[in-house]
């Protein structure tokens, strides 16, 4: 279990996780409304190199981005859809696990669960400003130490 005191922060711990990431790595992104979703996928893009403003993208499902290198960040938001069909109609999942890092916003809206991937779960703390962070890292080929060892500061012990 992780914490952070506020959104800056989040963003912080989110970037270090974010600069691990490889094309075909997704970020699954669970919590309530509020949580910081949104702050930690545009932390991780931002260590991607993704330098454009980062809406969340809500009415569109998913939203591209170009980081360094050329490496393509797809960011999902998928609160909107109603099951795994509807998001299965779109094609979308086409971009998941492929030529990019993908951060799903929802996960669970769709029953998105690639076999190679990192869970977030995003809790707001008692003071409201602070958030408990839960991580579950899976198939990331021997890279979960190197992840986990660069998030130790924010280790609640």
């Known amino acids: 279990m992780y914490f952070t005191r506020n959104s800056e922060e989040t963003a912080l711990f989110a970037a270090s996780l974010g600069q691990h ?22 932390g991780c893009a931002r260590a991607l190199g993704v ?16 980081g360094k290198n050329g490496v393509n960040v797809y960011h999902f938001d998928l609160y909107r859809i109603s099951d795994e069909d509807e998001f299965f109609a779109s094609g ?21 669960c ?32 190197e992840i986990l060892a660069s998030l130790r500061r924010w280790e609640r012990k």
């Open 21 to 42: 990431l490889l094309p075909g790595d997704t970020v699954l992104l669970y919590g309530d409304l509020g949580a910081g979703k949104s702050v930690f996928a545009r």
């Open 51 to 66: 330098k454009d403003e980062m809406a969340s993208p809500t009415f569109t499902l998913m939203q591209p981005y170009k």
């Open 92 to 112: 979308l999942q086409d971009h998941i696990g492929t030529d990019g890092v993908s951060l799903i916003e929802w996960p669970q809206q769709a029953d998105v």
């Open 114 to 145: 690639p076999e190679s991937r990192i869970e977030i779960d995003i809790v707001r703390a008692e003071d409201f400003d602070g958030r408990e962070i839960e991580i579950n890292i899976f198939g990331m080929d021997g890279r979960e130490d």
